[in-house]
């Protein structure tokens, strides 16, 4: 179904996001909600720090929370690099159905085995038991981080939090709709559902607000890491003009009216930092 012929290996190794790029464009709507433009910065990061891994002698490794289309970035530099990603998502179907579309396509480019190099952990991400949590049980190190799963502080902060002591110098913390600000329930994917059953909106509580995602995950790293650097990215550059939103602009409109979508500072939808010099390590030296 998705084994299409993008190219012989050279030809997408000349233009490896033209080709991802592609096969994203053939994922059903239900899996593809990352547009083109932040799919790209994600890409792109991914490619650099397996690249970064690969001259420091180690195994690449990234991890993400939420899967979907930019699974099938996480999986192609895994299996680039030799490395390893791993993807968590409660639903079980979206990661069947990711699988399915990197065999098809990079599987057979690289001729390796997607089981091999990506991961899918079908569990809540901040489980004690199946969560990030048992990331040291996997790995000795993150290369970089990607959060798209619930979109609230609290279970940002528990994701870094949990993969933080794994983070190595020089990794890279990227997030998903960092200019949300939900404290503990995401009150407009809430109404939506309850829109579905037909059921008036309920309001957010005063004690469900934080500052924006962007800010609070700057403020932790800061409190963590001697260096922080914002990156810039090409999703603030092409995302006045990507095609994404021009192609769900009907959905997009009803989402930005429910707030699961911000037209405020929208171009925090997508936002990444680079660490390096952890504070304890600096307080011991």
């Known amino acids: 179904m998705y084994d299409f012929f993008l190219g012989a290996r050279e030809e997408i190794a ?12 053939m994922m059903p709507r239900w899996v593809n909600s990352v547009p083109d433009s932040e799919f790209l910065s994600l890409a792109t990061l991914l490619n650099a720090q397996g690249q970064m ?41 979206k990661g069947s159905l990711i699988r399915t579309v990197c065999t098809e396509t990079m599987g057979n480019v690289f001729a390796k085995h997607v089981d091999t190099h990506w991961k899918l952990i079908a569990y809540d991400s901040l489980s004690p038991y199946l969560g990030l949590p048992i990331l040291p049980e996997m790995v000795s190190h993150v290369d970089l981080f990607f959060h798209d799963s619930e979109h609230t502080w609290n279970t940002v902060l528990g994701e870094l939090k949990s993969v933080n002591q794994l983070l190595v110098d020089g990794a890279v913390v990227a997030l998903d709709d960092a200019n949300q600000d939900y404290l503990h329930t995401n009150i407009a994917y809430v109404n939506t ?10 309001s957010r509580s005063k004690d469900n607000v934080c500052l924006p995602f962007y800010q609070e995950t700057e403020r932790f790293l800061h409190a963590n890491w001697g260096e922080v650097d914002y990156l810039p990215d090409l999703y603030k550059t092409n995302v006045k003009n990507d095609p994404y939103f021009a192609y769900y602009d009907a959905e997009f409109e009803i989402k930005v009216e429910l707030g699961t979508e911000r037209l405020e500072k929208l171009e925090h939808r997508f936002d990444s930092w680079r660490v390096s010099n952890r504070r304890d390590q600096v307080s011991k030296s």
């Not at 000349?14 to 464009?25: C, D, H, S």
């Not at 991890?63 to 390893?84: C, H, I, N, P, Q």
């Open 193 to 202: 559902f309850r829109r579905k059953l037909g059921l008036p909106s309920v």
């Open 14 to 25: 000349r233009n490896e996001t033209k080709f991802l790029i592609a096969v994203k464009r």
């Open 53 to 93: 891994a690969v001259d420091a002698g180690r195994r690449f490794v990234s991890v993400e929370t939420g899967v979907g289309a930019s699974s099938l970035a996480f999986a192609y530099y895994a299996l680039k690099y030799d490395g390893l990603a791993l993807s968590w998502d409660s639903n079980g179907e």
